[in-house]
């Protein structure tokens, strides 16, 4: 059973941390380091710094998880940053949408990165070759 828990912990921290790494992440590093940013500014908080924040969340915690490094406390900005998408950034927007915008990418990623938090790395991961699982 044991092996099953260690399985669905890197299946979900691969799957979901490749996808913020490379589908949301990365964009936004490019988008940093052109110094074209288009990003809302929230919280009384500046785009840039806003910016810089997400791409630290979905960047580089996002490959944190995806190898399995630190992978509970990765999961953390990355659940911030995804209730931020979901609850601000799309707060007008309908919780499902057929092609436009919507709540529901982030809520997914939200609960993916939860239940990263709540599994840890498993044995499949750098934490357990480094033994600090």
């Known amino acids: 059973m044991k092996t099953s828990k ?79 998408a979901a609850l601000v950034v799309h707060s007008g927007d309908p919780l499902f949408s057929a092609g436009g915008a919507s709540k529901e990418f982030a809520l997914v990623y939200f609960i993916a990165f939860a239940a990263t938090f709540f599994l840890g790395s498993g044995k499949y991961s750098v934490d357990a070759i480094a033994g600090k699982r």
Do not use: C
């Open 6 to 84: 260690d399985l669905a912990a890197l299946i979900l921290r691969v799957g979901f941390g490749f996808f913020i790494a490379f589908g949301h992440g990365l964009g936004k590093l490019q988008m940093l380091l052109s110094g074209n940013i288009q990003f809302p500014a929230l919280f009384g908080i500046s785009p840039t710094i806003n910016l810089v924040l997400a791409t630290l969340a979905e960047f580089v915690a996002g490959i944190m998880v995806l190898i399995g490094l630190r992978t509970r406390l990765a999961s953390i900005p990355l659940m911030i940053t995804m209730l931020t």
